[in-house]
């Protein structure tokens, strides 16, 4: 489960390595954001582009900005008893129209991301779905 304060990877292109959250949407501050929860995050590591033509385009250091949860170390219950585990909490940024900033995902995401009709351009982008 994803708490404030928890750090973060990043599982794409953007430019962000490391975010940390600072506040859980919908009711998920009682138990933990669980994948495919959306959460606000603020960036502490990113990746410095220095030729870049596009102003709008640099995730900076210090800002906040959205993000929806790909995988976690804690898990995902399914139907029949089983859990989806991974290595890494990984999250991916979303700008304000639910549209990711990158243009490449690292990695596969969980098959709940599927589900929610909002998100159809990052199943686009995905590699595999667990």
């Not at 928890?6 to 859980?24: E, Y």
């Not at 709008?56 to 989806?84: E, Q, T, V």
């Amino acid at each position: 489960m994803i708490n404030v304060e928890s750090i973060l990877k990043v599982a794409d292109n953007s430019g962000a390595i490391l975010v940390k959250c600072i506040k859980l949407f919908k009711f998920s501050y009682r138990i933990g954001a669980i994948p495919s929860q959306t959460i606000l995050v603020v960036v502490r590591k990113n990746i410095f582009k220095k030729h870049v033509t596009k102003k709008s385009k640099i995730i900076i250091k210090g800002r906040i900005y959205k993000a929806l949860i790909l995988r976690s170390i804690k898990g995902l219950k399914r139907w029949g008893n089983f859990y989806i585990k991974c290595y890494h909490n990984l999250v991916i940024l979303l700008n304000e129209y639910n549209l990711p900033f990158a243009t490449r995902l690292y990695g596969p995401i969980v098959r709940e991301i599927r589900m929610k009709s909002k998100y159809s351009k990052i199943i686009s982008l995905a590699e595999f779905i667990l």
